[in-house]
Every structure is written in C-alpha cells, then in structure tokens.
C-alpha cells in the first residue's frame, strides 16, 4: 500500500534516528502508555495501518530478515493415558462464578491522625475517652493506648471512622510499637466441641483470662508515653477526662 | 479487655440501647446530636414513606448540614415486650442529603420509620466521622 519511496524514507529516518536525537533507540524502562489514543472508548486516534507503523513491526521484520519473528508452539503435552468418560454431565450449562480478584487495600489514614495524636472514641465501650494513638495497622485499623493507667484504655485496635482527631499531639517517639500488628489482636478461635448432654452441662463458659504477655507489652507501651504526658501541663488529666456534647454546643462548630 | 472493637462496636450497633442504657454506670456521655422527626418526605398528597425528614438541633442552614452527610442515626422507642433483656427497640438509619435552605435532612433508615415517630427523637451521631 505504501509506497516505495515513502518506505525507504521512513527507513532512513528511523536507522538515521541515533543521529537525531541522542538517547538510545531502545527503551530502557518499557513504555506504558498506549501509542494509540483513544478518542473515544473502543476508537483509537490512528488507523490500523498507521499503528502497525507506530509500533515498528516493519523496523522488526527488517531485522529479522522480512518475517516477524515467532517460534515454534509448544509440542502438546501427551494427554493423561487413561481418561475416563464423566460420570455426570449436567443438563443444562453450569455458569461457573467469575472469581473475585479484589484486593481492598487498607484505609486511608486522615491526615489529622498522626503517632501521637489524641483522639476521641465516638462508639463503643470506651466512647468519649481521650486516647492516643499509636499507629496504623497493616488492616487499616487504628492502633490505640489510653494509657491504660491514665484512663483505663489498652492496647486496642479502632476504626479511623468511629474517631475523632483533636489536634492535640504526645510525644510517642520513646515507644516502640513494631511488636504490634492484627494477629496480636486476633481472637483464639473456640474449639467447637459436639453437642452432647455431658459438654453441654460441663463446659461452664470458661471466664476470658488476660495473658500476663498482655498486660506486661501494655506497660512497655505505657511508660514512656506517660512520662511523656507528665512532661506536659494538664494532659494528664485531659486524657483521663471523656468528652461529652454539651446544651447548645454543636458539632458542627467544634474545632477539635 | 482485648475485645476486637468490631464485636463490641457490632454489638454497639445492633443491642446498642440496651448498652447505652444499662451499662452507664460511669459518667454519661453525650456523643450524638438529638435530632426531631418532622415525617416523611411528601407532596401535597403524596408521601413517600423510604425517606423521612428530620430536623437536627442547631442545624439551621443547608452548608451547616454537610457536616452530618452520612452521619449514622437512630430511632429508639420502647415496646411492650423485652427483646436482648431490654425493652428499648432501635431504627438504624443515616443523613442522606439536606431538605430545602433551613437545616432540615433527609434520612433513610433501616426500615421505613413508623407514623408513630413523628415529632420524636432521633440520634444523630458523630460517626463515621471524616476530622
């Protein structure tokens, strides 16, 4: 289609093209982005033949003596000997389920949370308590510390959106909290036993004992971070107050 | 203690009446705006009974309602028998978008929220919360 002339200009241009432009004629990083711009979704910008020129197949094929390199398929591999007919064959067609390739990627963390800053719990057993957080989890999830001697908090694991971030930053650089992460704070599944007369009248619902491991890794975590706090006037007792909604105060409003 | 906080906030969620009513031994905390049903979102003669209208204390213009878009809430009403050991019920529901320029919200709650509601109470949290 193209004619002779045109071809052998673009061939020199491109062999002549070192000589232009001084960066190797090869890729060093391979490219990403499409040639062919899309006009609109399923219409590129260029035609077919256009685009067989853009990617360079005749620059190949004049590489590799006039043919577009390929290699041989594969040899087949020999089908297993003994292939036994199905027993089953369904009646009508059996949609298999497309499989889920999702991966959710862990929240984002606010830019108001960062290690150190206090936070107000808004949900959940603890809602109200001032609390410090410590870092993010590798699930998204807010790692927390009251400290526990300050305002009864441990070492726990909250939702970024059940929080509010005050601007109020600790020092937490003295606390090493690279031990943590969600399986420490997985819960042990239950044997689940068979229901029989003897395990239903025996088995009394055994009371939730804390590990020693626990409360020891919450003191690690504490001291320095209340040695911390003392350093600051009133924090101690802003930490260990909870924060309520007052008449008239309106959310909204409040600059935390 | 090392409760995974999305049992206890699970639970918060679906018994949260009976939580917050019985275990407040400690001080009470306030951590919701009240809020007052108005009823449905209607026409002269038509209603639409999937949303409801609610007016949110303090909330007097429509900018002062995009702080409480998708705030959760909820419709709590006593009934004659104890469900969970309380007889507390709870609607779950949320801000969806604001009603006209004064403050006023729309919400879609779990189920549509009985005619009874109307000029109740309803909780308008601070949760999920986006400072």
Redesign the interface.
């Known amino acids: 289609m193209l004619s002779l002339l045109v071809r052998r200009r673009r061939l020199l241009h491109h062999l002549l093209l070192p000589l232009f432009r001084p960066f190797p004629m090869a890729p060093s990083q391979p490219r990403t982005k499409s040639r062919n711009p899309l006009l609109i979704p399923g219409i590129g910008k260029f035609s077919r033949s256009k685009m067989y020129h853009k990617r360079g197949i005749w620059a190949i094929k004049a590489k590799h003596g006039g043919a577009f390199p390929r290699h041989d398929p594969k040899p087949a591999s020999p089908e297993p000997a003994s292939k036994k007919p199905p027993k089953f064959y369904p009646a009508d067609d059996v949609k298999t389920p497309v499989p889920n390739r999702r991966k959710p990627k862990p929240a984002k963390l606010?830019a108001?949370i960062t290690p150190g800053t206090v936070l107000i719990l808004?949900?959940?057993?603890f809602?109200?308590k001032r609390v410090v957080f410590l870092k993010q989890l590798s699930s998204g999830?807010l790692l927390i510390t009251g400290p526990f001697t300050v305002n009864g908090v441990?070492l726990?694991?909250?939702?970024?959106?059940?929080?509010?971030?005050t601007s109020t930053k600790i020092d937490i650089s003295g606390v090493n909290v690279d031990k943590f992460d969600d399986k420490y704070?997985?819960?042990e599944k239950k044997e689940r036993y068979k229901k029989s007369e003897s395990s239903f009248f025996e088995a009394e619902q055994e009371t939730k004992k804390?590990p020693k491991e626990?409360k020891e890794d919450q003191k690690v975590v504490d001291t320095p971070l209340i040695k911390a706090i003392e350093a600051v006037e009133n924090m101690r007792g802003y930490l260990g107050t909870?924060?309520?909604?007052?008449s008239?105060v309106?959310?909204?409003?409040l600059v935390? | 203690?090392?409760?995974?906080?999305?049992?206890?906030?699970a639970s918060?969620r679906s018994t949260s009446s009976a939580e917050m009513v019985k275990?407040r031994e400690g001080?009470?905390?306030?951590?919701?705006?009240c809020g007052r049903i108005l009823g449905y979102k209607r026409s002269k003669s038509n209603q639409y009974e999937n949303t409801s209208l609610v007016q949110i204390?303090?909330?007097n213009t429509k900018e002062?309602v995009?702080?409480?878009l998708g705030k959760r809430m909820a419709y709590i009403y006593k009934a004659a028998t104890k469900k969970n050991g309380t007889p507390y019920r709870c609607i779950w529901g949320k801000v969806c978008r604001p009603h006209g320029n004064s403050g006023v919200v729309r919400a879609k709650f779990k189920t549509n929220l009985p005619p009874k509601s109307m000029g109740s109470r309803v909780r308008v949290?601070?949760?999920?919360?986006?400072?």
């Open positions: 606010r108001s808004l949900a959940g057993r809602m109200g999830l441990p726990r694991r909250v939702n970024q959106s059940y929080v509010v971030a704070f997985k819960k804390l626990r909870k924060f309520t909604l007052r008239g309106k959310p909204h409003e935390f | 203690m090392p409760n995974c906080p999305t049992c206890s906030r918060s275990g001080e009470r905390v306030r951590l919701y705006v204390e303090g909330v002062e995009d702080w409480y949290f601070m949760y999920p919360s986006n400072i």
